[in-house]
């Protein structure tokens, strides 16, 4: 049996020890004997909280080009991931020692005609809830509605379903274990998913001070993807000509979204780290989100705990590296505290025990 040890601050407390890994698992018990493999900064393994394995512009894709992409966030260190919604069954990751853990939320659940083609089941409101239920059963534990999208017919961005079908939707994935996250960009959509209990929003740009006080209330949590709310300008570019007040809409909540966001975090809303990999913005880039979130105002160890400890800690792993917790963790040459951009070069990438990358 070959006992590895690695050596340095292990965040988040920062404390300097020597880590073992012996059988797949942590110690800090001596090992005679053990082969050193790195010395560096040791961080628990990161988070993507919003990532599309097995999506690219098209729809789904094949297993191969799935690998591709699963490899690609691994070697970025994003060694837990939640599939935010594919059109793809990547159940099969499961079975991947090498690959990353994965929580799956199923497929899109959108409106019909009003989603990106090929993503999504697109359903109308009265069909809402059965396929939640059904996707509750499919996926991981979570399941991904499309709270809002551009509107064809009002020429802006709108809600994808009236309230009631929305709650109908939540109460259904819950009644199955299941916990539900909708894509949200405007203002319009969110009183109504707040109050009928959804558990987590992407993107979040439409957030008020009120709707920001009731997230805190009942917990509800946020992923803002900030790397992707970079391309609202070339959203609203693309729309302006067919759909003036989209492009508004879109130009606005750019304009107010690092306000917004620090509100959000300011109140205590629990924010997590999500690259948008597969929808708008590459695989392995998890931190880039990272400096992108620290960009907005937060600060080095908020932003890196959303994609680390803290982020592990809500979808259920052990956020620390304790004696005989499974060795999932990077290991950097310098503090990622003083440089958040350390995280785009880990020196090494541990998962389930291997040095992986």
């Known amino acids: 049996m070959t006992?590895?040890?690695?050596?340095?601050?292990?965040?988040?407390?920062?404390?300097?020890?020597?880590?073992?890994?012996?059988?797949?698992?942590?110690?800090?018990?001596?090992?005679?004997?053990?082969?050193?493999?790195?010395?560096?900064?040791?961080?628990p393994g990161l988070v993507d909280a919003h990532c599309h394995l097995g999506?690219?512009?098209?729809?789904?894709?094949?297993?191969?080009?799935?690998?591709?992409?699963?490899?690609?966030?691994?070697?970025?260190?994003?060694?837990?991931?939640?599939?935010?919604?594919?059109?793809?069954?990547?159940?099969?990751i499961h079975e991947r020692e090498d690959l990353p853990?994965?929580?799956?939320?199923?497929?899109h659940l959108a409106r019909t005609k009003r989603y990106i083609r090929n993503y999504a089941h697109e359903v109308e409101p009265e069909e809402l809830a059965a396929y939640a239920a059904q996707e509750a059963q499919r996926g991981d534990g979570w399941v991904k509605l499309v709270g809002d999208w551009i509107s064809r017919e009002g020429g802006d961005l709108l809600p994808s379903f009236p309230p009631e079908a929305f709650a109908a939707a939540i109460d259904a994935a819950h009644a199955h274990g299941a916990k539900?996250?909708?894509?949200?960009?405007?203002?319009?959509?969110?009183?109504?998913l707040i109050e009928a209990g959804i558990d987590c929003?992407?993107?979040?740009?439409?957030?008020?001070?009120?709707?920001?006080e009731q997230m805190v209330a009942r917990g509800t949590a946020l992923v803002p993807t900030v790397m992707q709310?970079?391309?609202?300008?070339?959203?609203?570019?693309?729309?302006?000509k067919r759909f003036p007040a989209y492009a508004e809409t879109m130009t606005d909540l750019h304009a107010r979204r690092r306000d917004t966001l620090m509100q959000a975090h300011e109140a205590g809303v629990a924010m997590y780290a999500g690259s948008d990999?597969?929808?708008?913005?590459?695989?392995?880039?998890?931190?880039?989100?990272?400096?992108?979130?620290?960009?907005?105002?937060?600060?080095?160890?908020?932003?890196?705990?959303?994609?680390?400890?803290?982020?592990?800690?809500?979808?259920?792993?052990?956020?620390?590296?304790?004696?005989?917790?499974?060795?999932?963790?990077?290991?950097?040459?310098?503090?990622?505290?003083?440089?958040?951009?350390?995280?785009?070069?880990?020196?090494?990438?541990?998962?389930?025990?291997?040095?992986v990358a």
């Open 101 to 107: 853990r994965l929580i799956r939320a199923g497929r």
């Open 3 to 43: 006992v590895h040890r690695y050596a340095g601050p292990v965040l988040p407390d920062g404390e300097v020890r020597e880590l073992y890994v012996v059988d797949g698992t942590v110690t800090y018990e001596r090992q005679p004997g053990a082969e050193t493999v790195a010395e560096g900064w040791i961080v």
């Open 180 to 192: 539900v996250t909708a894509h949200c960009f405007g203002t319009a959509v969110l009183p109504g």
């Open 277 to 355: 990999g597969g929808g708008v913005s590459r695989h392995g880039n998890l931190s880039g989100e990272v400096v992108a979130m620290h960009g907005l105002g937060m600060s080095a160890e908020a932003a890196l705990g959303a994609a680390s400890w803290r982020a592990r800690e809500w979808l259920g792993l052990d956020g620390h590296l304790r004696e005989g917790t499974t060795a999932d963790f990077c290991v950097y040459d310098s503090d990622p505290l003083a440089d958040l951009t350390v995280l785009h070069r880990p020196a090494r990438v541990v998962l389930r025990g291997r040095v």
């Open 55 to 92: 999506l690219d512009d098209g729809g789904a894709v094949s297993e191969a080009e799935t690998e591709r992409q699963a490899v690609e966030d691994r070697d970025g260190g994003a060694l837990l991931i939640r599939d935010c919604g594919s059109a793809a069954d990547t159940s099969w």
């Open 229 to 240: 709310l970079e391309k609202f300008p070339e959203y609203a570019e693309a729309g302006r």
């Open 201 to 212: 929003l992407e993107h979040g740009t439409g957030l008020r001070p009120e709707l920001v």
